[in-house]
């Protein structure tokens, strides 16, 4: 590898991501013909604004510059204190989302990387993403070998599971490529096995209309149908059944070096503190004070009463 495409990779870690890798900016073939089924058969759920934005996504069109490389950085968000703390409560809140708001923490990690890489190539481009520019980052992250594409969807580490968020660099600084991991999900299902929406409908496909992620988060609607209120059972921000399952993720959380060191991504101190009844009776004041720099704020204060709502019916009609 060039020592420009490893001097990046280094700056990359000294700025505190986990993991890094670098691809060509492009999306092959085969996935944008993926992406394409997923928007023309609408499994985007009610997340409307995804088929926006198709040039970009698949030939990063109007970014201001042509993209040749994509800097692509992982971040590890498991707390070791997630297993903990959450054990005294029967609702669930997905582990990406118990600490600071990600977005905000990936940009500022990033910075050191970009100041050398603005310094150092003053004439050449760079755009960072973190959920906030309509790109597989997904895609990116398996063409520059951070991990493969798993029947759930999620980009799974061999050593390091999938606890990690994503974020890329698009850059017009021709650089050298890593190259892709081979899927080693083989004849396992039991990310699909365990989906009780059957959200992953196939191996590797995602019916996003289905998943409880999207259903806590996405949708925006503040009154769910019967199905979707059942399905929800003790989710009240995003799921992690997937994940949880997946043997990679049994092995990786068990080793330390694979939880986060990032205080941002710890759980909240007041979840230490606090109990269930208190965190589910949140006024709107209360709930906006909370969420303020976490990363459970994609949710208003209406529809955190609904998932607790359909919270509450779950608990009462499982346990009849
Ligand atoms: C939209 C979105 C969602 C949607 C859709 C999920 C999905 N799998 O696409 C919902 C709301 C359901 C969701 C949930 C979650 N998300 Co999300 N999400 C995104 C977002 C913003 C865009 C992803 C996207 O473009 N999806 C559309 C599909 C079509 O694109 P794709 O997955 O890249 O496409 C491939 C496959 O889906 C498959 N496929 C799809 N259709 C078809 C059809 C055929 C025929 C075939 C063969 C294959 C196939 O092949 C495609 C490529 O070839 C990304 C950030 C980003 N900008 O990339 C975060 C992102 C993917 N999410 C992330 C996370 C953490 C989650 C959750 C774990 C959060 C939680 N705990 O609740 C869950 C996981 C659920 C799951 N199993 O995916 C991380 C994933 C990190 C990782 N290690 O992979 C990301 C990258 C955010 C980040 N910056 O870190 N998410």
């Given at each position: 590898?060039?020592?420009?495409?490893?001097?990046?990779?280094?700056?990359?870690?000294?700025?505190?991501?986990?993991?890094?890798?670098?691809?060509?900016?492009?999306?092959?073939?085969?996935?944008?013909?993926?992406?394409?089924?997923?928007?023309?058969?609408?499994?985007?759920?009610?997340?409307?604004?995804?088929?926006?934005?198709?040039?970009?996504?698949l030939y990063f069109e109007n970014i201001g510059f042509s993209s040749v490389s994509a800097i692509v950085v992982a971040s590890f968000y498991l707390d070791k204190e997630y297993y903990d703390v959450f054990k005294r409560f029967s609702f669930r809140l997905s582990r990406y989302a118990v600490g600071k708001d990600y977005h905000k923490i990936l940009r500022q990690k990033a910075k050191g990387l970009l100041s050398y890489l603005k310094t150092t190539f003053p004439n050449q481009k760079f755009r960072q993403s973190v959920d906030t520019l309509p790109i597989s980052e997904k895609v990116l992250a398996r063409e520059a070998g951070i991990g493969w594409m798993g029947k759930n969807t999620n980009i799974i580490h061999p050593k390091k599971g999938s606890y990690f968020f994503l974020s890329v660099v698009l850059t017009d600084l021709p650089l050298e490529y890593d190259d892709p991991m081979k899927d080693r999900c083989g004849s396992c299902r039991a990310c699909m096995d365990a989906c009780p929406t059957r959200a992953l409908y196939e191996p590797y496909k995602i019916d996003a209309g289905r998943c409880i992620s999207h259903h806590t988060i996405e949708d925006k609607s503040l009154e769910f149908s019967q199905d979707a209120k059942l399905a929800l059972s003790s989710w009240i921000y995003g799921c992690d059944i997937c994940q949880e399952v997946c043997p990679f993720n049994k092995v990786a959380s068990k080793n330390q070096n694979n939880l986060t060191k990032r205080k941002e991504f710890h759980v909240k101190d007041y979840f230490h503190n606090t109990l269930e009844t208190d965190f589910l009776s949140l006024n709107q004041k209360e709930f906006?004070?909370?969420?303020?720099?976490?990363?459970?704020?994609?949710?208003?204060?209406?529809?955190?009463?609904?998932?607790?709502?359909?919270?509450?019916?779950?608990?009462?009609?499982?346990?009849?």
């Open positions: 590898m060039s020592s420009i495409s490893l001097t990046i990779k280094e700056k990359a870690i000294e700025s505190g991501f986990d993991l890094v890798g670098i691809s060509k900016a492009w999306i092959p073939a085969i996935d944008k013909e993926n992406i394409e089924y997923w928007v023309k058969n609408k499994l985007y759920g009610k997340m409307d604004w995804f088929p926006k934005n198709q040039n970009l996504r906006e004070e909370f969420v303020r720099d976490s990363a459970m704020n994609r949710i208003s204060y209406l529809q955190f009463k609904r998932n607790v709502d359909a919270y509450y019916h779950w608990k009462k009609t499982s346990h009849r």
